[in-house]
């Protein structure tokens, strides 16, 4: 079954800072992968995808995550953070085999400090 | 366009009373429909998901159930409400034709049971 770890509950990075927030995934093959940020009491928007080709892919807002296979993992970065990204950010997998299922990890907490 | 529209948007309901969340998706046919629910310190835990009329996928059993009377309609309902029931509930469809794990979230409708 496929499952998503973020280790990382909450973090806190002053604004102007770089940040990078963790997600590491369990799946057989490559799946698909994906990060969403969600404002509060919000829907989620979906901030960058990975499906295949390119290992860095680049996102909304000046997002980035980078996909490492050997490390079964798919980092968000982001070199300089603004207030406003402060919000909650969920890493998601796909069954690219066609079982239209999306696992999400249970989300990093991000606050910004002046 | 298309559009995802969920219902109510705040419910505060009592310990065995009935529930009925309402999506609904415009603009898309034959998308694949789900429910996530939201608990605080959980991260998103898929519910249901739905890949077409009738055809339902539950992942965690529960006192929830859910149908899909329509296309593009998606109802999460419950007999009888659980403490444990609280949450935030979130609706959400990707494509079904060309899956790519991509989803379009709704608001949220956010259940308090009493």
């Known amino acids: 079954a496929q499952s998503v770890t973020q280790p990382d509950i909450h973090i806190t990075v002053s604004e102007g800072a770089s940040l990078e927030l963790r997600c590491n995934y369990s799946y057989g093959a490559t799946p698909y992968l994906f990060w969403y940020v969600q404002s509060p009491g919000q829907g989620l928007q979906l901030l960058l995808k990975y499906f295949s080709g390119d290992t860095l892919v680049q996102g909304i807002k000046g997002f980035e995550a980078e996909f490492k296979r050997s490390q079964s993992s798919f980092n968000l970065r982001k070199p300089s953070v603004h207030w406003s990204d402060a919000a909650e950010y969920f890493c998601?997998?796909?069954?690219?085999?066609?079982?239209?299922?999306?696992?999400f990890g249970t989300g990093t907490k991000l606050q910004v400090i002046p | 366009s298309q559009t995802i529209h969920q219902w109510p948007a705040t419910l505060v309901q009592p310990v065995g009373s009935p529930l009925s969340l309402e999506c609904t998706v415009e603009g898309t046919s034959n998308p694949n429909l789900y429910w996530y629910r939201q608990a605080a310190g959980r991260g998103l835990q898929l519910l249901f998901y739905s890949v077409g009329i009738g055809q339902i996928s539950s992942e965690v059993p529960q006192n929830l159930s859910a149908s899909r009377p329509q296309d593009r309609q998606f109802i999460l309902s419950s007999k009888k409400l659980l403490l444990s029931d609280s949450g935030f509930y979130l609706c959400a469809w990707s494509g079904l034709a060309d899956f790519t794990g991509e989803l379009f979230f709704g608001e949220g409708s956010r259940l308090t049971v009493l």
């Open positions: 998601a997998v796909g069954d690219p085999g066609g079982y239209q299922k999306v696992t």
